[in-house]
């Protein structure tokens, strides 16, 4: 089990919950919720960063209230399994704005799985047909339509944690 690069204690580990749970926390909000003065808070969020913990803080947007109602995940299997294929392969997919994540994946038929995002189903049509399968290498393509999002969080388990 690969551990932190720092030694975290109960303070930063209550830090990363606060700010997973709200990034766009100021430092005061921060300290009260966690039991420190902000200047101790506001140091241990620095040597957070510095440490690579905290990669930085984003804004998550509703995807209904976008208008992008429909949600895939994508395997893809490669015809050839050589470096410079799945490197292009991996390039232009993280060109596609559609695209939330991309997985290199063992235990399947697949080689990728992608989670992608669109309005409806004419839009992914027209992703699939000329974006998707033309990459070069793209052998196989199966889509799964997400009926329901049961837990979908971006929030690390920090419960193992020492």
Request: proline share 4%; aromatic share 6%; glycine share 6%.
């Amino acid at each position: 089990m690969t551990q932190p690069t720092i030694k975290l204690d109960r303070y930063d580990r209550r830090i990363l919950a606060a700010l997973q749970a709200d990034g766009g926390l100021t430092n005061q909000q921060l300290a009260e919720q966690v039991g420190l003065s902000p200047s101790p808070c506001s140091r241990r969020v620095q040597k957070l960063e510095d440490a690579g913990v905290i990669k930085g803080r984003a804004v998550l947007l509703h995807h209904k209230a976008l208008g992008l109602d429909l949600t895939i995940l994508v395997q893809i299997s490669m015809d050839r399994h050589t470096p410079e294929r799945f490197q292009h392969f991996e390039e232009t997919v993280a060109g596609y704005e559609e695209v939330q994540w991309c997985y290199l994946i063992t235990g399947q038929s697949a080689d990728y799985l992608l989670k992608v995002m669109v309005p409806d189903m004419d839009r992914y049509q027209q992703f699939l047909l000329n974006k998707l399968t033309r990459i070069d290498g793209v052998s196989g393509v199966h889509s799964s339509f997400v009926m329901r999002k049961v837990v979908d969080s971006t929030a690390l388990p920090l419960n193992y944690l020492t």
